[in-house]
Every structure is written in structure tokens, then in C-alpha cells.
């Protein structure tokens, strides 16, 4: 598997955990009923939820662009590093939700949406 390969599931897997055990990391937290404890939360425990949310949006979006580049052999290495990007700015897009840095967070998604789009057109 070519790096860009993992980075689809540390973006579709390892991100989304990591702020999922943040925002249920909490004693009243009741396996029994998740979403009722998530339809509670307030403040940064609630923004990393929310972070999920728009990642779970945008991931369908970067794994057909990655497979999509593998199938048209884009460069393999400038591949791997756009993947590593995209990555590497939704964990970025995550801490700032996280911390309330709305306008910055919001200019990282932009460039996780670059990486997106940059892999469509690499692959045209």
C-alpha cells in the first residue's frame, strides 16, 4: 500500500478518534445512549464533535480523489505528499475547531479543500 493509501484511513479512522475519545471523555458519558450524551455536549467537547461531523462530509470527497490519482498514475510522490497534507491540515482543522479559532480553522479547511480538488486536477 503507497502512503497515500494509509492517509485514507488516518483521515477515514485515526482523526475522527482522536476528537470522537475527546468529546466522550467525560464520567457522564453513557455508552448506552452515545447520542443523547453527544446531543449534551457544550463548548470545545461539543466543537470536536462537530469537527468529526465535517470531516466524515469531506473524507468521501478525498478518497475517491486519492484512488482516482492512483488510477491515472499521478506522480507517486507528489501524491503521497498532497495526502499527507490533507491529513496533517484536518487534524489542524480539528484543533482549531476545538479551541474557538473560527477564522483560521476556516482558512485550514480551505486548504484541506485544495488538496481535494489539487488531486482531481493532477489526475485530469
Not at 462537530?50 to 486519492?66: I, K, M, R
Not at 480539528?94 to 485544495?114: D, H, K, P
Amino acid at each position: 500500500m503507497t502512503i497515500a493509501y494509509w492517509c485514507i484511513l488516518v483521515a477515514g479512522f485515526g482523526v475522527p478518534f482522536l476528537f470522537t475519545i475527546y468529546a466522550k471523555a467525560s464520567p457522564d458519558f453513557d455508552n448506552a445512549a452515545p447520542r443523547t450524551y453527544l446531543a449534551s455536549l457544550e463548548g470545545a467537547k461539543l466543537r470536536a464533535y462537530w469537527s468529526v461531523q465535517n470531516l466524515y462530509e469531506t473524507f468521501p470527497l478525498f478518497t475517491a480523489a486519492v484512488i482516482i490519482a492512483h488510477l491515472q498514475e499521478v506522480n507517486q510522490s507528489t501524491l503521497n505528499m498532497i495526502a499527507i497534507a490533507f491529513v496533517v491540515l484536518r487534524i489542524l482543522y480539528g484543533v482549531l475547531y476545538v479551541v474557538n479559532q473560527s477564522t483560521l480553522r476556516s482558512l485550514v479547511w480551505i486548504g484541506s479543500m485544495a488538496c481535494i480538488i489539487s488531486l482531481f486536477v493532477l489526475s485530469a
